[in-house]
């Protein structure tokens, strides 16, 4: 088990804003910045959140970030179908002094 | 723009070593961290470390007794080394590299932003 806790699943039909959230501890989300990764099935996973709520080049503004002490959300706006993937939150852990990945969230478009 | 390509056995038996290698083609290799990240079959990823071009290393504590990554800067490659394996190690494998970022007054290095192809490494007898 993760210690980054995220939903096994959500849901959302297109067009309408989702959030996937992630709930960590003071020793990794708390003390430390959020990214999210977009794993389409087959594909390696994609960088769509660093340092919290920063979208690298490419990365649609319909991907957005948050944090909140130790949760952090990742929301994403006007769902399309092919924002059906599986994604993931990681945060540097202080403690285990390592790079804790959550256990993953699968995203399906109704 | 960088690209990852990696390569590597894909079939191994309990006990042998799994060797990986991943090369960089384009842009710059110095001054970047690159890492590992596995991923078993239908499970979620796990961090195995990186390493940056002065041979800085950051292990996963849970695998650090039978990992090495070790890099050449020459050769725009960087390697992952894992005895002793078993079953629990079969997973895909990831080479990336890691974006260096500045947040709270610390640099972070653990937002990979540019990934291989994978790598299906299976463990059976």
């Known amino acids: 088990q993760s210690v980054l806790t995220q939903p096994p699943s959500a849901s959302g039909t297109p067009g309408q804003r989702v959030t996937v959230s992630c709930s960590g501890s003071s020793s990794n989300i708390g003390g430390n910045s959020v990214n999210w990764y977009q794993q389409l099935l087959g594909t390696a996973p994609k960088l769509l959140i660093y340092s919290n709520n920063q979208r690298p080049s490419g990365v649609p503004d319909r991907f957005s970030g948050s944090k909140s002490g130790a949760s952090a959300s990742l929301a994403i706006s006007g769902l399309q179908s092919e924002d059906e993937a599986d994604y993931y939150c990681?945060?540097?852990?202080?403690?285990?002094?390592?790079?804790?990945f959550g256990g993953g969230t699968k995203l399906t478009v109704l | 723009q960088v690209q990852l390509q990696q390569w590597g056995a894909g079939l191994l038996k309990p006990s042998e070593t799994l060797s990986l290698t991943c090369a960089a083609y384009?842009?710059?290799?110095?001054?970047?961290?690159w890492g590992w990240i596995r991923q078993p079959p239908g499970k979620g990823l796990e961090w195995i470390g990186e390493i940056n071009h002065s041979g800085i290393i950051f292990y996963n504590p849970s695998l650090k007794s039978r990992v090495t990554i070790s890099i050449d800067t020459s050769k725009r490659q960087f390697s992952l080394k894992l005895t002793s394996v078993t079953a629990a190690d079969t997973a895909v494998y990831y080479c990336?590299?890691?974006?260096?970022?500045?947040?709270?007054?610390?640099?972070?290095?653990?937002?990979?932003?540019?990934w291989g192809q994978g790598t299906m490494v299976t463990v059976s007898s």
């Open positions: 990336a590299r890691a974006l260096t970022y500045h947040y709270d007054r610390h640099d972070y290095h653990d937002a990979f932003d540019i």
């Open positions: 990681t945060a540097w852990d202080d403690s285990l002094n390592v790079v804790m």
């Open positions: 384009g842009g710059s290799f110095s001054g970047d961290f």
